[in-house]
């Protein structure tokens, strides 16, 4: 099976709850609907100010109506008191179906979440940011795509979404954060080639220095992951080169998880695979949050809305 695929029946199995805020959109409707009848997920849906009647066989949540609403608000104002939240202040924002569906995440309420239909990215992250918060052991918020080809071939390529000009520190998370979810999502041992203009010395200039400082990081934060850096995109992925460039590295060559150095080379570079190579491109999947809630381009397909809440449930 294609990579779509094995994702779509593995969360089949999982059985997890997926919540989806924005039930004004039809394209949401649609993702739920099928969904539910293919017994991908469990779908819950947030009422919004401006959604019609459902379908029968969907569940919907009115967030000022639930009985978890209270505690959601207590919470909420708990965790941005030092902000100086106020009750008042928290229960107007706990009724926009974002942050109420983040907090259904935060509470165990359900296992992820998928918006940015109709929201803008910086929106979801708030509402991820402010009530989910980061995992253990992540500095930042950032995504892969996943880049799969005909021959069954699947890269994970980070950060191609979120982090402009990541610090070395946040180059290192998004490595190992980039590590764990292709490993989740694919099954296959993750291989993390830090990528550079430079590979093992060839070149000497601060941004190479960047990429090294990071992978001693990653290495530090999980020592027994295969990573390998700085090095080039070649000898990352061909393995004649690989040999020949960074003799004796356990990734030249055999890569698998590609880390670009910022928010430039990664989305120029995600791109170029998907449209000159032929790659399809499923993401971003968002990575670093205590649970994963998911950001869709406000362009997606119902099928990407599908596609994207069975990768929450892997995630989860």
């Known amino acids: 099976m294609d990579i779509i695929s094995t994702i779509r029946d593995r969360a089949s199995k999982a059985k997890k ?31 919004n100010p401006e959604t019609q009647d459902l379908p029968a066989g969907l569940t919907m949540i009115d967030p000022a109506e639930n009985e978890k609403f209270n505690e959601y608000v207590a919470s909420f104002v708990e965790r941005r008191k030092h902000k100086g939240m106020t009750e ?19 509470h165990g309420d359900a296992d992820g979440c998928v918006a940015g239909s109709v929201s803008t990215t910086g929106d979801v992250l708030r509402a991820a940011i402010q009530v989910i918060g980061l995992k253990a052991g992540s500095n930042v918020v950032s ?5 799969s080809f005909d021959d069954g071939r699947v890269f994970s390529y980070g950060d191609c979404a979120v982090v402009p000009y990541p610090t070395p520190e946040q180059l290192a998370t998004i490595a190992t954060d980039s590590a764990s979810s292709h490993k989740a999502l694919t099954g296959e041992d993750p291989k993390v080639a830090m990528l550079s203009f430079s590979t093992k010395g060839s070149a000497e200039h601060e941004r190479v220095d960047l990429v090294r400082e990071a992978l001693e990081g990653a290495k530090k934060n999980s ?55 032929g790659a399809t491109a499923t993401g971003p999947v968002i990575q670093g949050l205590a649970k994963p809630m ?23």
Not at 17 to 33: G, N, Y
Not at 88 to 94: L, N, S, V
């Open 223 to 277: 020592p027994d992951l295969a990573i390998d850096g700085e090095i080039q995109f070649d000898a990352a992925l061909v393995e004649a080169i690989g040999q020949r460039k960074a003799p004796g590295s356990p990734v030249a060559g055999k890569a698998n998880v590609f880390i670009f150095p910022n928010l430039d080379a990664g989305n120029i570079g995600y791109k170029i695979t998907e449209r000159l190579a």
């Open 143 to 147: 995504s892969i795509f996943l880049m």
């Open 17 to 47: 709850t997926i919540v989806l805020p924005r039930s004004s959109d039809e394209r949401v409707i649609k993702a739920a609907q099928y969904l539910t009848e293919h017994n991908l997920c469990n779908v819950v849906l947030i009422k």
């Open 88 to 106: 008042e202040k928290a229960t107007a924002i706990i009724k926009d179906p974002l942050f109420f569906a983040a907090s259904m995440l935060s």
């Open 294 to 316: 998911m950001d869709l381009s406000r362009g997606c397909s119902w099928e990407d809305i599908v596609n994207t809440s069975c990768v929450a449930a892997l995630l989860s």
